[in-house]
Structure formats: C-alpha cells, structure tokens
C-alpha cells in the first residue's frame, strides 16, 4: 500500500472553518511576503499561492480592497485584477510550463466562494492527465511540490522579467 503524505494541511482541516477576520486582507496589509506566499503586487491588487491548492502553483488573485462582488470595485481596481490573471497565467506558463489553465471567480456562497465576502480570482494550472481517481474518488489532490518550491520557482521567473520580490 501506498501513502501520501500532506502535512501542511491538517492546520486547515483542525481549524479551517473558525478562521476569524479576513486571511486575504491579513496578507494584504502584511510586509511578510515571502511568508505569506505573496508572489506580486500591483496598485490595486495582489497574487498569491493558495496555501490548499487544487495542484502545483494555484494562484489567487485578490483586489486590496475587502469587496464581496465586482460592483464594489472601481475601474482601475477591475482593470488591474484582469491584468493580473494575465500576469499570473504567464509567470506560470515560464515557470511550471502547464499545458492549460483554469481561471474563475466564485462569486457569492451558493456559487461555491470559501470567502464569499472578499472576491478573488483562482488560476489553476493544468497538465493532461494530472488527474486521477484519488480526485475524482477520494476528493484528495496530490500535490507533488512544496509550497516553498513553488514561491521560489515562481520568484525566480519574476526575477527573470526585471520584478522579483522586494
């Protein structure tokens, strides 16, 4: 018999569900990026690894500001959470090399948002066949790289383009 082994996500599954306050906002306002899987910031909005991914390099894309529907958003906020998605696609096609992407927005709890009342953007990268029945049987992922390796991986094509990390 074989095991996989996913520490990093029993402090989700003990506590995943009392979190207080806002996490995206919390890693918004903080100056840890590295830390907090903080990959880049913009004016308006932010990337970042999600810390429960669906696979290797799942970023999230989150306005600044604390707005649970596009309406909220002016202009230049909605601009740049496009302009962003588009960044992060990119950063991932350079540094992971997927063969797809899926991007969405969970807007709303009856649509599926974990954090219904901050809107954020998902980016999945996709390789063919990088799903199997543990998905589709078991709801468990296989995520064959550390987070760590993943933020540095992902640092290191932004470097390459003149915008690493501060």
Known sequence: MQRLWAPWRMPYLKDGNKAEGCFLCEKAA??????????????HAYILLNTYPYSNGHLLVAPYQHAA?????????????IKLIEKGTALLARAMHPQGFNVGLNIGKAAGAGIADHIHAHIVPRWIGDTNFLT?????RTIPEMLDETYRRLQTALAAEGEGAD
Do not use: F, H, K, P
Not at 38 to 43: E, I, P, T
Not at 72 to 79: E, F, G, N, S, V
Not at 136 to 140: D, K, L, Q, R
């Open 136 to 140: 589709v049987v078991g709801e468990t």
């Open 30 to 43: 903080s100056n840890e990026d590295a830390a907090n899987y903080v990959v880049y910031r913009g004016d």
């Open 69 to 81: 529907i596009l309406q909220d958003m002016d202009d230049a906020t909605l601009y740049e959470l």
